[in-house]
């Protein structure tokens, strides 16, 4: 359940008709609800209110200050994957000691900027990382707070660019081989072992990948205790799927029940890095008409609706071959055509939608682009030298652009033009 709906033939968001807001901020934009952001977070979090837990909001999904600033009101902490992502927690608001890092690539700048905010737990996710921050944290007289992100080679069944959990995949240790690291690792000066911790994947529509990986994680927690190597944290990752077609992924709920069911007695605080669960269906990208047309001389007739959004602002589909659902923002239950959603980039994989079935519609007109809340603002680029569009957030009757449309100055800064002198 989300706050987009049809009120007397208009899409609304909440109280706000998307039109009203599209006639002040232009077109495109991403549009969220935070009603909807503060359910879904709730719905997320509550299902576990009653164990010990942290839900670190995963940045990457969708990093506007004023949205992590909701969830860190919230009681939420972040999962940053770079520098980048750790300043913009700390902007937001939200404290270190609810911010964990992970990814496979931290330099060494990054690891110095962690240490030095104080965040809570470091996923490290190979030997010479943890080598590398060790020494970092030498250097600075410091403690780090280690997790290894293992790899539990799990399938999770979902699409093959964003599973992570099998042995063939970049991240993560070899659950193998951790137990060697771990004790090596308690060790060292300048660490401090506090957690497990793993992410299999993204999209899951099923939850027994999740349990037979806490499973694995429980045989490892329980030979490190024997070792007397105490595990603080168990960060069981994000990856929780959402409905874009007509995918059926467990409430969260269920998944809550599941997983506490085969926690059974285990004394560790819960950490969990859901992205898209929480905001997936809590922002739309609204979209305007440009033109219509028909290209004839195929094997069949093609209909062509070309939008003033791309690939650039929207990469899913042409990355992934994602499903978005597209509703017009003003009803319209009239004839319905097979079209290819298209937008104004110069590459072939820049389409929304390919071969839907969907109302006639007319220049001009505005489109909604739905679940677009994850993965969809933070993977834009500037591609065709377009500037990012803005971000709009609405509460009841009131909006607030929380990022404003880039200016075309803006999209040359720091560029100049060199000076040689010839010699
Ligand atoms: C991307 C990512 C997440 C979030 O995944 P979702 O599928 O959006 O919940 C969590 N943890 C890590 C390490 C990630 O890379």
């Given at each position: ?340 959603v298209v937008g104004p980039i110069c590459e072939t994989s820049d389409f929304i939608a390919k071969d ?35 971000e709009v957030m609405v509460s009841g009757r009131q909006f607030a652009i929380i990022r404003e449309r ?18």
């Open positions: 359940m989300n706050h987009f709906q049809y009120k007397n033939g208009q899409l609304f968001c909440e109280d706000i008709a998307v039109s009203d807001i599209a006639k002040e901020v232009g077109t495109p934009f991403y549009l969220y609800s935070k009603a909807t952001l503060m359910r879904h977070f709730e719905a997320f979090d509550s299902g576990f209110k009653d164990v010990d837990h942290l839900t670190c909001f995963a940045v990457k999904s969708c990093s506007n200050i004023g949205i992590l600033a909701l969830f860190g009101e919230l009681g939420g902490g972040a999962d940053i994957v770079s520098g980048g992502e750790l300043f913009r927690a700390l902007k937001a608001g939200i404290s270190p000691q609810r911010i964990i890092y992970s990814g496979v690539g931290k330099t060494e700048e990054e690891l110095h900027y962690g240490l030095e905010s104080g965040i809570l737990l470091f996923n490290v996710e190979s030997e010479q990382e943890l080598q590398r921050l060790n020494r970092v944290a030498g250097d600075m007289g410091v403690t780090a707070p280690v997790a290894f992100r293992v790899n539990p080679d799990v399938d999770p069944k979902t699409h093959a660019y964003i599973s992570t959990g099998l042995a063939k995949n970049k991240f993560g240790i070899p659950i193998n081989e951790a137990f060697d690291l771990y004790v090596q690792a308690a060790e060292m000066a300048n660490v401090e072992v506090q957690g497990v911790s793993c992410h299999i994947g993204s999209q899951l529509t099923l939850i027994a990948p999740f349990v037979e990986t806490l499973r694995k994680l429980k045989v490892l927690v329980e030979r490190l205790a024997n070792q007397g190597i105490r595990i603080k944290y168990l960060d069981l990752g994000g990856g929780v799927g959402i409905t874009y077609d007509d995918e059926t992924p467990p409430h969260p709920l269920e998944y809550a029940e599941a997983i506490k069911e085969e926690l059974s007695g285990l004394d560790v605080t819960l950490i969990f890095e859901p992205g898209r669960v929480i905001v997936g269906n809590a922002g739309i990208l609204v979209t305007e008409v440009q033109y219509t047309k028909v290209n004839r001389g195929g094997e069949k007739e093609k209909n062509f609706v070309v939008v003033d959004a791309g690939m650039n602002d929207l990469a899913r589909p042409s990355l992934y071959d994602a499903y978005h659902g597209i509703q017009t923002v003003k009803e319209n239950n009239g004839p319905r055509q097979v079209v290819d839907r079935e969907f109302p006639m519609v007319e220049q001009g007109e505005l489109l909604a682009v739905l679940s677009v809340g994850a993965y969809g603002f933070t993977m834009s680029s500037n591609y065709n030298t377009r500037p990012r569009v803005a880039e200016s075309l100055e803006s999209l040359i800064q720091g560029e100049t033009i060199p000076k040689f002198v010839e010699k």
